[in-house]
């Protein structure tokens, strides 16, 4: 998801100035790639992650704005070289979650992109430059050595197409927009991540709120996740279930508070 700032000349993305992005591994094998933008949910600020997962065919998750190609593709090269993209995954169809999928394409060969049946035969079939691979839900994609599931999570928190994917090797879920919380944070945290992405909900109201929500958040906590890997904001280390079970139990609560 994308905060939207305020239109000024060059469009609401004209903002994104040329960048840096940091890397940190915040898993073993399992790289985060962060850009800090302080003009997006100003004062605090607003991060875009991507995830590289390193392995025989390196999958990368988000492939951030099209704008921010040039230092996402100089990130992933200080780790592997970017023709050797293998995969590329996100969790729905929006410009921070997948605006330089074609640009991946065109620079590695044999890239492809890898999504759920939603996404792929309502979208990615036109868009993308080559063919999709359809993932069943909770069918595992290897990458030579790394198993990760694919799990659709239909419009949570937001997008028809939406899913996620569990890295099984390190227990991390790469769980996209869920989580999401402003500010320029450490790349992985142990501290609260719900509280912040509460506010964050209450700033942006990003999540599609439905009767489905919290059956499906559960059910990713019952894939118990040592990490959190989150688009916007830090990643959480620890008890991933309960932080899960805690966001359950909050858009629970406000679909309680919004239903007569
Ligand atoms: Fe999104
Ligand atoms: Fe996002």
């Known amino acids: 998801m994308m905060p939207v700032p305020p239109p000024r000349p060059g469009g609401a993305f004209g903002q994104v100035r040329p960048m840096r992005t940091r890397i940190d591994e915040i898993a073993a094998g399992l790289y985060r790639l962060s850009t800090f933008v302080p003009e997006v949910a100003a004062p605090a600020g607003f991060t875009f992650n991507q995830f590289l ?23 992933v090269a200080r780790i592997v070289p970017p023709e050797r993209l293998r995969w590329i995954a996100f969790g729905h169809y929006e410009a921070d979650e997948c605006g330089a999928m074609n640009e991946w394409l065109a620079i590695a060969p044999r890239a492809e992109v890898a999504h759920g049946t939603i996404a792929c035969l309502v979208t990615l079939n036109d868009v993308a430059d080559r063919a999709p691979r359809i993932l069943a839900d909770g069918e595992v994609l290897d990458i030579g050595g790394r198993r990760l599931r ?27 927009d869920l989580f999401t919380h402003a ?36 059910r990713l906590a019952a894939l118990a996740p040592r990490t959190l890997a989150t688009m916007h904001g830090s990643s959480f280390a620890g008890d991933g279930a309960a932080a899960l079970e805690g966001l359950a139990a909050e858009y629970d609560r406000r679909l309680r508070a919004a239903t007569p």
């Open 183 to 218: 500010g320029d944070g450490p790349a992985l945290t142990r501290d609260d991540i719900l509280g912040p992405s509460i506010a964050a909900e209450d700033l942006f109201g990003y999540s599609s709120l439905s009767p489905g929500m919290g059956r499906t958040i559960r």
């Open 53 to 75: 997962v390193a392995g025989a065919e390196p999958l990368l998750f988000h492939t951030g704005l099209r704008r921010m190609f040039p230092a996402v593709r100089e990130a």
């Open 150 to 176: 694919y799990l659709d999570t239909p419009h949570v928190p937001h997008g028809w197409d939406a899913g996620v994917m569990f890295e099984e090797t390190t227990g991390t879920l790469l769980c996209g």
